[in-house]
């Protein structure tokens, strides 16, 4: 009887030890995702930056993976599924600070989000301005945003990259 206690004890240290590893690799995969994501979306690749962010927030879904899953569903147009995690984080990333680049300054997420959210509404109204650009943003905008028509759909990998491809032409 001694023994199998000692064995069953044994077993749910390892058990406990294997979940605690699992988890480990799950958080090591979802950076590595985030991480892909965005060398993808530097590259201009945004819907193939958008399908790796979006596992990297499914696997872990914080305030920053939420942030740039945002960013990239705005970057390839889909503004109301933007809006969507733009308005949770204007309240839930109050006090929250990401770094904008590695040259760049820190900014505050619920303050960022606000701010987008804003220039959503302003694109979606479709407002303009008496004469010249709409906005510099809007006219030098990253052709891979609006490739693919409007519209909030999601894309396979595959499909992805061939957005991309047709956004590089």
Do not use: C
């Not at 590259?43 to 499914?58: H, M, P, V």
């Not at 040259?103 to 997420?109: K, L, S």
């Not at 619920?110 to 650009?133: H, K, M, P």
């Amino acid at each position: 009887m001694t023994n199998s206690k000692a064995i069953l004890a044994s077993m749910v240290a390892g058990a406990l030890t294997l979940g605690s590893s699992h988890a480990a690799l799950a958080r090591v995969d979802a950076s590595a995702q985030a991480d892909k994501a965005m060398f993808e979306m530097a590259r201009g690749n945004n819907w193939i930056a958008t399908n790796l962010q979006k596992r990297a927030t499914a696997a872990e879904p914080t305030i920053e993976n939420r942030f740039n899953l945002a960013t990239a569903y705005q970057r390839t147009g889909r503004l109301n599924t933007a809006k969507t995690y733009y308005q949770a984080l204007a309240s839930e990333g109050e006090g929250v600070r990401m770094e904008q680049g590695w040259r760049a300054d820190n900014f505050d997420v619920a303050l960022e989000s606000a701010d987008r959210l804003l220039y959503i509404d302003w694109v979606q109204n479709q407002a303009a301005r008496g004469s010249g650009a709409v906005a510099a943003d809007v006219a030098g905008s990253n052709v891979s945003a609006t490739v693919g028509g409007a519209g909030e759909y999601e894309v396979t990998d595959e499909q992805a990259r061939a957005l991309d491809r047709q956004a590089k032409r």
